[in-house]
């Protein structure tokens, strides 16, 4: 072997290639960037449906809480205010954690929101309403809610599942506390339905249980979502707590 000129010969003149080849060399690499960009055009779609049911879930816990309301049923109506505020919260995280993981922004997608309320209620006033009505409207608005967080399972489970398939693990992790989350909130409606359905849906059994869970309710907004004295004093708190608000003794 000699070299002229920077060039290298072998014995029988032929040119020696010394280039590095890098259809060989970056492959590899081209490969793992092709698998990060699938990894990331899914998890764009996932978070947009996520983005969007949340959307839906703002709408659908928020016309929930005014029909409750408009019953005269507090403590239903506290229950979903709560679970309001939850999904107000969770939609915040979800945005967190996508810029967080994938350092973008979700794109933006306009939901189309659910009609909860029936259109002719707006014809009424609550003078209007009477225990007459009672059971058939508590039990059409308590099968929807159980369909409601049904179906949001099911669609957690679901981007959960596409999330493990493609390596996903952080992202596989935050969808899980979304799935354990609502398995909770789905395991109380049922019950909350069961015992209502075991008195047919009796007027006296849906006004005798609304002071539970309006005074359950309450006192969680206010620990949850309450971080002052004056928040405190706005949300009516009846029950005297050991330490105040702000962490001193009440």
């Known amino acids: 072997m000699y070299e002229v000129n920077g060039v290298k010969y072998d014995e029988n003149n032929q040119k020696i290639n010394t280039e590095q080849n890098w259809n060989v060399q970056e492959q590899p690499k081209m490969g793992m960037t092709r698998n990060k960009r699938m990894q990331e055009n899914i998890a764009e779609e996932v978070y947009i449906k996520l983005d969007e049911h949340m959307q839906k879930a703002l709408s659908f816990h928020e016309q929930l809480a005014d029909y409750f309301c408009f019953l005269g049923l507090q403590g239903f109506k506290r229950k979903l205010e709560c679970q309001y505020m939850d999904e107000c919260a969770n939609k915040r995280k979800l945005h967190h954690k996508y810029i967080n993981i994938h350092q973008k ?83 109380e409606i049922n019950r909350m339905c069961e015992q209502l359905n075991g008195t047919g849906y009796d007027v006296i059994t849906i006004h005798s249980v609304q002071d539970k869970y309006h005074n359950k309710y309450k006192n969680k907004y206010i620990f949850t979502y309450c971080t002052s004295r004056v928040c405190y004093y706005k949300c009516f708190c009846s029950v005297k707590l050991p330490y105040g608000i702000d962490g001193e003794r009440g």
């Open 105 to 187: 922004l979700i794109p933006l997608r306009q939901a189309q929101f659910p009609q909860m309320i029936p259109m002719e209620w707006s014809k009424y006033t609550t003078d209007d309403v009477n225990d007459s009505v009672l059971p058939k409207f508590v039990k059409n608005a308590m099968e929807q809610y159980k369909q409601w967080e049904h179906e949001t399972k099911e669609l957690y489970e679901e981007q959960w599942q596409k999330c493990m398939n493609n390596g996903m693990g952080a992202d596989a992790e935050y969808i899980l506390k979304l799935v354990q989350d609502v398995t909770k909130e789905l395991k």
